[in-house]
Nanobody, 123 residues
Framework: QLQLVESGGGLVQPGGSLRLSCAAS????????IAWFRQAPGKEREGVSC????????FYVDSVKGRFTISRDDARNTVYLQMNSLKPEDTAVYYC????????????????WGQGTQVTVSS
């Protein structure tokens, strides 16, 4: 059974860093495009970043460019989102997602989702 499990969320002060992890089971990342989404209280879910192994494409929304980095460790079947220079507006539940045959990567159309991990940026 395909499963995604996020971890690494928490409380951090503005300007701080967190690294989120998304561990996959039941499949390998090789054939999948991966993405991170977030949903803040009272707001719609928004895509943050994605990466396709098939064509190497990577995308970041403007609000996180230069601060967030998506990466993968195929040996551990894990995807990461390194978040630096965090701002209060980054506070949200963060989800990882996966789908096949999305390339170049995009921030919609994902099939599999994790349960989410809370990120709170506050002093």
């Amino acid at each position: 059974q395909l499963q995604l499990v996020e971890s690494g969320g928490g409380l951090v002060q503005p300007g701080g860093s967190l690294r989120l992890s998304c561990a996959a089971s039941g499949f390998t990342w090789d054939d999948y495009t991966i993405a991170w989404f977030r949903q803040a209280p009272g707001k719609e879910r928004e895509g943050v970043s994605c990466h396709s192994r098939r064509d190497g494409s990577t995308f970041y929304v403007d609000s996180v460019k230069g601060r967030f980095t998506i990466s993968r460790d195929d040996a551990r079947n894990t995807v990461y989102l390194q978040m630096n220079s965090l701002k209060p507006e980054d506070t949200a539940v963060y989800y990882c997602a996966a789908a096949r045959n999305i390339y170049p990567c995009r921030l919609y159309g994902y099939t599999y989702w994790g349960q989410g991990t809370q990120v709170t940026v506050s002093s």
